[in-house]
């Protein structure tokens, strides 16, 4: 089955930058669209970026030209960069796929950004 296991989160202060990982197991990798969503405490998740298989990429308005999504398809590996960051950021992330139409998600990782 499906396995996607984060890795890299943490507490930051404002202006900081993490790199979030996100090992993917169980699917044709370099075939499948992958994303990052998160979700803050008392807030609905939220998808803040994809990527395709081809490498297109789209963001959530909010972190367009603070985030960058990639992917190593020879690693099965899915990365965030995250820089920036403000205390609004504050989250679980979830790295997630697209299989059979709809996302399956990691178990999270949190990102705390405060002073």
């Known amino acids: 089955q499906v396995q996607l296991v984060e890795s890299g989160g943490g507490l930051v202060q404002p202006g900081g930058s993490l790199r979030l990982s996100c090992a993917v197991s169980?699917?044709?990798?370099?075939?499948?669209?992958m994303g990052w969503h998160r979700q803050a405490p008392g807030k609905q998740r939220e998808l803040v970026a994809t990527i395709s298989s081809g490498g297109s990429t789209n963001y959530l308005d909010s972190v367009k030209g603070r985030f960058t999504i990639s992917r190593d398809n020879a690693k099965n590996t899915v990365y965030l960069q995250m820089i920036s960051l403000k205390p609004e950021d504050t989250a679980v992330y979830f790295c997630?796929?697209?299989?059979?139409?709809?996302?399956?998600w990691g178990q999270g990782t949190q990102v705390t950004v405060s002073s």
């Open positions: 997630a796929a697209v299989v059979r139409g709809g996302w399956r």
């Open positions: 169980g699917v044709i990798f370099s075939s499948n669209t």
